[in-house]
Nanobody, 127 residues
Framework: QVQLVESGGGLVQAGGSLRLSCAAS????????MGWFRQAPVKEREFVAV????????NYADSVKGRFTISRDNAKNTLFLQMNSLKSDDTAVYYC????????????????????WGQGTQVTVSS
C-alpha cells in the first residue's frame, strides 16, 4: 500500500519561505516521477512542480518558476518543495503526488495520469 505523507505547511507572511516534505512508503521515489500540486479555495487542483526519476529533470508552473524548487532525498525516500518569496496567491492545500506518467506533466497534450496522492498540507500566506 502506497502512502504519501506531507508535512511542513503552516502560516507565513508574504515574502517568507516554507519547506514542504513528503515521506513516501510503499513507493520508491527514486524510480517514480513525483510532483506537487495545490488547490486553493473554490479553485481546481493545479500543477506546481514535477521531478523526473531519471536525471532529476524538473518542470514548474509559470506561477512558481524561480521561487519554488522541487527536490528529493532518495536515501530518505522523501520529496521536498522549497517555497521562497511566498505570495498570498500561493495560499492553498499542497498535495504530494507519485507515479506520474511523465515529468512533462505541464506540456500540452501530455499524459496527465497520477498514480498516488497524499492527504495534503495547508499553506497560508498572509499579506
Amino acid at each position: 500500500q502506497v502512502q504519501l505523507v506531507e508535512s511542513g505547511g503552516g502560516l507565513v507572511q508574504a515574502g517568507g519561505s516554507l519547506r514542504l516534505s513528503c515521506a513516501a512508503s510503499g513507493l520508491t521515489i527514486s524510480t517514480s516521477v513525483m510532483g506537487w500540486f495545490r488547490q486553493a479555495p473554490v479553485k481546481e487542483r493545479e500543477f506546481v512542480a514535477v521531478i523526473d526519476w531519471i536525471g532529476g529533470s524538473t518542470n514548474y508552473a509559470d506561477s512558481v518558476k524561480g521561487r519554488f524548487t522541487i527536490s528529493r532525498d532518495n536515501a530518505k525516500n522523501t520529496l521536498f518543495l522549497q517555497m521562497n518569496s511566498l505570495k498570498s496567491d500561493d495560499t492553498a492545500v499542497y498535495y504530494c503526488a507519485g507515479g506520474l506518467a511523465t515529468y512533462r506533466y505541464n506540456y500540452p497534450g501530455t499524459n496527465r495520469r497520477v498514480g498516488y496522492w497524499g492527504q495534503g498540507t495547508q499553506v497560508t500566506v498572509s499579506s
